[in-house]
T-cell receptor, first 115, second 118 residues
Framework: EAGVAQSPRYKIIEKRQSVAFWCNPISGHATLYWYQQILGQGPKLLIQFQNNGVVDDSQLPKDRFSAERLKGVDSTLKIQPAKLEDSAVYLC?????????????FGPGTRLTVL | AQKITQTQPGMFVQEKEAVTLDCTYDTSDQSYGLFWYKQPSSGEMIFLIYQGSYDEQNATEGRYSLNFQKARKSTNLVISASQLGDSAMYFCAMREWNYGGSQGNLIFGKGTKLSVKP
């Protein structure tokens, strides 16, 4: 079974530029999550999708971050314009349902450096 | 207040020995789940083990087991017979949910870096 795929793996941009990340979850997984992991910290949830609807985006900085999950499969996360403090690893995860004990499977992450 | 506290930024263990990684949590909910993830230097988060708040037995999964003390709000991860490949960051996480079925986010601690010495 293929895991969660993410691209690119690494991205370096200058502040005020825009960037987009792509995620393909495990086939059949209805729930998709985007996390931000700043160096030295645990991941922090940015947004959760159930199929193609947003369940929770309370921690997404909506003035610069946006995400979509068209057709309830792939998802993209965009930052526009990027700030220095956006330097982090962006992790995508998926789970079969949104059940409390449901295991989340993580992708390899995209490491973003903003100069 | 921190929801998840991991007080050990780094730990060393000799190969083949057991090691315990500490985690305490803060919640007023009766229903919640506790998770441990491993993050090697390659970056992906690997699920290790899960404990539900109503589970009476400590969870075990191969070389991983949990010392779940509900009254103390702690869920320590025990890795037995450490291997060199166990060197990684380990994250404790919690998810709260209420009887209505709505679920909170998965909240992670800051992690513990485990180094296994040959």
């Amino acid at each position: 079974e293929a895991g969660v795929a993410q691209s690119p793996r690494y991205k370096i941009i200058e502040k005020r530029q825009s960037v987009a990340f792509w995620c393909n979850p495990i086939s059949g997984h209805a729930t998709l999550y985007w996390y931000q992991q700043i160096l030295g910290q645990g991941p922090k949830l940015l947004i959760q999708f159930q199929n193609n609807g947003v369940v929770d985006d309370s921690q997404l900085p909506k003035d610069r971050f946006s995400a979509e999950r068209l057709k309830g499969v792939d998802s993209t996360l965009k930052i526009q314009p990027a700030k220095l403090e956006d330097s982090a690893v962006y992790l995508c995860a998926s789970s079969f349902t949104s059940g409390g004990g449901d295991e989340q499977f993580f992708g390899p992450g995209t490491r973003l450096t903003v100069l | 207040a921190q929801k998840i506290t991991q007080t050990q930024p780094g730990m060393f263990v000799q190969e083949k020995e057991a090691v315990t990684l500490d985690c305490t949590y803060d919640t007023s909910d009766q229903s919640y789940g506790l998770f441990w993830y491993k993050q090697p230097s390659s970056g992906e988060m690997i699920f290790l083990i899960y404990q539900g708040s109503y589970d009476e037995q400590n969870a075990t999964e191969g070389r991983y087991s949990l010392n779940f003390q509900k009254a103390r709000k702690s869920t320590n991860l025990v890795i037995s017979a450490s291997q060199l490949g166990d060197s990684a960051m380990y994250f404790c996480a919690m998810r709260e949910w209420n009887y209505g079925g709505s679920q909170g986010n998965l909240i992670f601690g800051k992690g513990t870096k485990l180094s296994v010495k040959p």
